[in-house]
């Protein structure tokens, strides 16, 4: 019989008595689903005579069990010699006899002798030993229609397989073979695509996921256990913020506070007045200021985390509120107080546009997803959409915004998120024309939207910081207390590995970092000698933070062994 193969010769159209056929389907369209779970499923224990031996300080892992890992794992890294050894050293093999002889039989093709010998494995599941046989009866099946052994398919269709009552559709799948082909191969192949190597890998994959794991070890198991030991401990680690490539198995991971961006590497000092505003590019190349003093700064993050002045942005008449980067951090929006906005070229300096709506100021602005538009937050309390030449493609009306606005669009482009009254959030979809609300007891002063636009971290008048699901039910799951905010605008932000922290300015001069999860304060960073109204992370660089505050600095923070010797900035570089 022909083995399980990448690529056959194309099979004949053959003719068969439609009658046969006929009643083939009827008797498949009797086939009742079969619906349970195999995961608890397990292979009819030997009997045993007192406790297995274990190893390990506490007893709880079984010695044949854990020998039995390792020797599955070097098998899979290709180290066959060595796990033959081990079996050999230990006695204690990684199959049973019965379960070696069916792998042996599956690599020989002999699909009458593997069904035999699956029935003597000692499987107390019988829908897991018939899944299993229509798997092997699959293939016999598959071999036969490629010898063109019509007559003998049929029958092994009509009186092994369909009596199973295993997968109606898949029956009427195969029933279709015999008429066509063409859609056996292409059944085949898509069961078993890849080459002649790969197919039997992958049918062989698909045997061992249907038998339990006491009978069959599954693939890769050891590194499956290292993986999820190496998650609990980053878990329980409230400091962590290194990469997974900085793991190590020789020793438990455990992050220090030092892995937290709290030391000053630089103080910039371009800005005339207080800093109301900053935020890295997307890429983290890049850090654009917005002051009081009307003036917008780009600095550029150099390779050895230098950060050097790059452009300063004039033209605006108010002082500057809000700077938004483009998707592919090309050009930056910059919006005045109830001014206008205007976009610039990054890579030049150069101001593109002037986005301004006769008698009405510009509040608050956003990008859209593609990078070919733009959302404004109005005076009026209106949202407006742009395309980059100004044209307005959209505008909504009514309480949509306030006078002081954060606004955000969700990486798809369907949901524009701006404050729409003191204490509400509104969350607008642009496609499905819905509303919905966060509502809060206390005034919004403020929000941040999560990298993976599922939660929304929002500052109140009270000096709590809230942190909001916007995916399903909507609700609050975490509060962040300590900062202090009386008369200002402070803002906040997600920040560190895998947005594990929260930070926030702070009226006292510090920066505040509090864990994510837990809502635990771990860090307060002093330095700056007035209000810190704004903080950003870095997205591609977890250890670095940067502070904006009312004494007209910009502090970027990183770790104790990156400081610098000199670390003022006049505007032009490291003095």
Not at 492 to 514: K, L, P, T
Request: proline share 3%; glycine share 8%.
């Amino acid at each position: 019989m022909g083995g399980v193969e990448n690529s056959e010769p194309p099979l004949k159209r053959v003719k068969v008595p439609s009658g046969d056929l006929k009643n083939l389907v009827d008797e498949a369209s009797h086939i009742v689903p079969v619906s349970s779970s195999l995961g608890d499923s397990m292979a009819r224990p030997p009997c045993s005579q007192g406790a297995e031996e274990t190893v390990g300080m506490k007893g709880v892992i079984k010695k044949q069990e854990f020998v039995k890992i390792i020797t599955r794992a070097l098998y899979s890294l290709g180290y066959v010699r060595t796990g033959a050894l081990l079996e050999e050293e230990s006695g204690i093999p990684l199959h049973s006899t019965a379960v070696a002889l069916l792998l042996d039989q599956v690599r020989g093709e002999k699909w009458e002798e593997s069904l035999v010998t699956l029935h003597k494995i000692g499987l107390s599941d019988e829908i897991m030993v018939k899944r299993a046989s229509f798997l092997l009866l699959e293939q016999k099946f598959f071999d036969l229609l490629k010898e063109e052994n019509l007559m003998a398919a049929l029958d092994t269709l009509r009186n092994e397989i369909v009596p199973l009552s295993v997968d109606v559709g898949r029956v009427r799948e195969l029933a279709s073979c015999i008429i066509c082909p063409s859609q056996c191969m292409a059944l085949r192949i898509s069961s078993q695509d890849g080459t002649d190597a790969n197919s039997r890998s992958r049918f062989k994959e698909k045997l061992e996921k249907l038998l339990p794991a006491a009978v069959m070890i599954p693939e890769r198991r050891l590194e499956h256990l290292v993986e999820q030991a190496l998650d609990v401990q980053r878990d329980a680690c409230v400091f962590h913020n290194t990469l997974d490539s900085e793991f190590s198995l020789y020793v438990d991971h455990q992050c220090g506070r030092n892995q937290i961006p709290s030391h000053t590497l630089q103080i910039l000092q371009a800005h005339k007045d207080e800093v109301w505003f900053l935020q890295f590019s997307h890429n983290g190349k890049y850090l654009a200021s917005a002051s009081k003093d009307h003036i917008t700064v780009v600095w550029e993050v150099k390779e050895s985390d230098l950060v050097l002045l790059k452009h300063t942005l004039t033209g605006h008449q108010n002082p500057v509120l809000t700077i938004t980067w483009s998707p592919d951090d090309s050009q930056l929006l910059t919006c005045g107080v109830e001014e206008v906005v205007r976009r610039w070229d990054v890579n030049t300096g150069e101001c593109l546009h002037v986005y301004e709506k006769a008698g009405v100021g510009l509040i608050s602005c956003g990008w859209f997803p593609d990078g070919k538009g733009i959302v404004c937050g109005m005076k009026d309390k209106s949202i407006c959409l742009w395309d980059l030449d100004g044209r307005e493609l959209e505008c909504w009306k009514g309480q949509r915004t306030l006078n002081i606005s954060d606004m955000a669009i969700t990486d798809d482009g369907k949901r524009i998120i701006s404050i729409c009254r003191e204490n509400a959030i509104l969350l607008l979809d642009r496609e499905a024309k819905f509303e919905r609300l966060i509502e809060e007891e206390q005034v919004i002063t403020s929000f941040s939207l999560s990298e993976d636009n599922k939660f929304l971290l929002v500052n109140l008048m009270n000096q709590e910081l809230h942190l909001w699901s916007i995916e399903g039910d909507i609700k609050v799951v975490a509060h962040y207390r300590g900062h202090r905010r009386t008369r200002f605008l402070i803002r906040s932000c997600f920040g560190g590995f895998e947005q594990a922290f929260i930070a926030s300015g702070s009226e006292d001069s510090q920066v505040y970092i509090w864990h994510r999860d837990t809502g635990k304060l771990l860090l307060t960073l002093p330095g700056h000698s007035g209000a810190v109204n704004c903080v950003s992370w870095n997205p591609m660089d977890p250890r670095m933070l940067a502070s904006a505050s009312d004494d007209r600095t910009i502090r970027i923070w990183g770790l104790d062994g990156l400081k610098r010797k000199g670390h003022y900035s006049n505007g032009n570089g490291i003095t």
